[in-house]
């Protein structure tokens, strides 16, 4: 899923129209259109800081947001910088092994 979509699709199930989210969040509802509908040029797509407070807004996990806008949430970025060679290792899994290894987590 998009981040817009899903950022629509959170909003619509809170009952907010455009206006009270963006009041919400201090934007424009202009801006929070263009983003439900991928109508905003890059560099005007949100900063970390907007979208944790979208997610916030939303009751929605900030992490998600994060991550449908392509951009790499802090505590993970910290932990990638600490084990650089971890995550190269679990990035270099096929979808398989990496599902076991996950699963096995779960355990």
């Known amino acids: 899923m998009r981040f817009g979509k899903r950022l629509q699709a959170l909003r619509k199930a809170k009952g907010y129209t455009l206006r009270d989210l963006a009041g919400k969040v201090g934007v424009g509802f202009t801006y929070i259109s263009k983003a439900e509908n991928g109508k905003l040029a890059f560099a005007d797509f949100p ?3 907007l979208i944790v407070k979208l997610a916030k807004a939303l009751d929605a996990d900030a992490d998600e947001l994060l991550i449908l806008a392509k951009k790499i949430p802090a505590q993970i970025k910290k932990r990638v910088l600490e084990r650089p060679e971890a995550f190269r290792t679990l990035a270099g ?6 599902d076991r290894l996950l699963m096995h987590l779960h355990d």
């Not at 899994?93 to 990496?98: G, I, M």
């Open 47 to 49: 900063g970390e800081a």
């Open 93 to 98: 899994l096929n979808d398989k092994a990496l």
